[in-house]
T-cell receptor, first 114, second 112 residues
Framework: KAGVTQTPRYLIKTRGQQVTLSCSPI?????VSWYQQTPGQGLQFLFE???????NKGNFPGRFSGRQFSNSRSEMNVSTLELGDSALYLC?????????????FGSGTQLSVL | AQSVTQLGSHVSVSEGALVLLRCNYS??????LFWYVQYPNQGLQLLLK??????LVKGINGFEAEFKKSETSFHLTKPSAHMSDAAEYFC??????????FGSGTRLQVQP
């Protein structure tokens, strides 16, 4: 079974641009969560999608948005990029809603904002 | 509210020595607790989880953790460190229906 796939692996953008990151969960998994990882702030929860609906949302500004498609694939969008958005963005999937479920993580997308 | 504190951002041990990584949690309701490991340039991988069954939880690669409610702790241990254990370790807490809250991580270095 293929693992969680995130594309692209690396991305370089400039301030003010927007970016879309993609995540394909493990086959059969219906929940997809996104996390931002930075050296200063650690791992911070962005949002969780389950059956195409956002179920949980972290404390990030509205510039961060996401969606989930009927095949459970998910995209995350960041508009009007700021230098502080430079981070590793991790996607994780699980069969059901998060809680006591084990999360399966992708290798992440490393975003650099110049 | 839920939170996790990992004591020590860096821990260094000799190969063959005991590994002890500390985690304390805060939760207003009974928590689920996890330890994840992250190797360089990779995502996180689950080591073990506590979900209110046995308080001593055994995980992969010889790691185990003990849930101590009185101390609000969930420390991770391994009797004998191996070079391949060098990585960053994250403790995480959640309650039903909520997203995981991660600690700040502990980087484990294993000296030959």
């Amino acid at each position: 079974k293929a693992g969680v796939t995130q594309t692209p692996r690396y991305l370089i953008k400039t301030r003010g641009q927007q970016v879309t990151l993609s995540c394909s969960p493990i086959s059969g998994h219906r929940s997809v969560s996104w996390y931002q990882q930075t050296p200063g702030q650690g791992l911070q929860f962005l949002f969780e999608y389950f059956s195409e609906t956002q179920r949980n949302k972290g404390n990030f500004p509205g510039r961060f948005s996401g969606r989930q498609f009927s095949n459970s694939r998910s995209e995350m969008n960041v508009s009007t990029l700021e230098l502080g958005d430079s981070a590793l963005y991790l996607c994780a999937s699980s069969p059901e809603r998060t809680g006591n479920e084990k999360l399966f993580f992708g290798s992440g997308t490393q975003l650099s904002v110049l | 509210a839920q939170s996790v504190t990992q004591l020590g951002s860096h821990v260094s041990v000799s190969e063959g020595a005991l590994v002890l990584l500390r985690c304390n949690y805060s939760s207003s309701v009974p928590p689920y607790l996890f330890w994840y490991v992250q190797y360089p340039n990779q995502g996180l991988q689950l080591l073990l989880k506590y979900t209110s069954a046995a308080t001593l939880v055994k995980g992969i690669n010889g790691f185990e953790a003990e849930f101590k409610k009185s101390e609000t702790s969930f420390h991770l241990t391994k009797p004998s460190a191996h070079m391949s254990d060098a990585a960053e370790y994250f403790c995480a807490v959640t309650t039903r229906g909520r997203a995981l809250t991660f600690g700040s991580g502990t980087r484990l270095q294993v000296q030959p």
